[in-house]
């Protein structure tokens, strides 16, 4: 079994940064595609950032810039490092993994089929 934890979120005000992790456990590597999602109040869920095993990664318009994923083989664990956080921002974010995808990454949220629980990131203004 693949299992995703997130932790790192909180409440900011904006300018301010979190840095988020996602703890992957069940005997598994982060290779294949990993990526960050978030879901705000009555929006659907969006895709954030992601990475490839070789380490390419790609990001949302609205976070480009501002946001980075990296990842730890060693301890397994995928990070988002979210800089001048905007209240736009405030969302639940999910860290995923796509079973199928390794060296190109998609968006599409249906593509990912491991999730972890999500950890609240809230900024205010």
């Known amino acids: 079994q693949v299992d995703l934890v997130e932790s790192g979120g909180g409440s900011v005000q904006a300018g301010g940064s979190l840095t988020l992790s996602c703890a992957a456990s069940?005997?598994?590597?982060?290779?294949?595609?990993m990526g960050w999602f978030r879901q705000a109040p009555g929006k659907e869920r969006e895709a954030v950032a992601n990475?490839?095993?070789?380490?390419?990664?790609r990001y949302a318009a609205s976070v480009e810039g501002r946001f980075t994923i990296s990842k730890d083989a060693t301890t397994n664990t995928l990070y988002l490092r979210m800089d001048s956080l905007q209240p736009e921002d405030t969302a639940i974010y999910y860290c995923?993994?796509?079973?199928?995808?390794?060296?190109?990454?998609?968006?599409?949220?249906?593509?990912?089929?491991?999730w972890g629980q999500g950890t609240q990131v809230t900024v205010s203004s």
């Open positions: 995923a993994q796509d079973p199928a995808d390794r060296f190109w990454c998609t968006v599409t949220v249906g593509s990912y089929k491991s």
């Open positions: 069940g005997n598994i590597d982060l290779d294949y595609c």
């Open positions: 990475i490839a095993v070789g380490g390419t990664t």
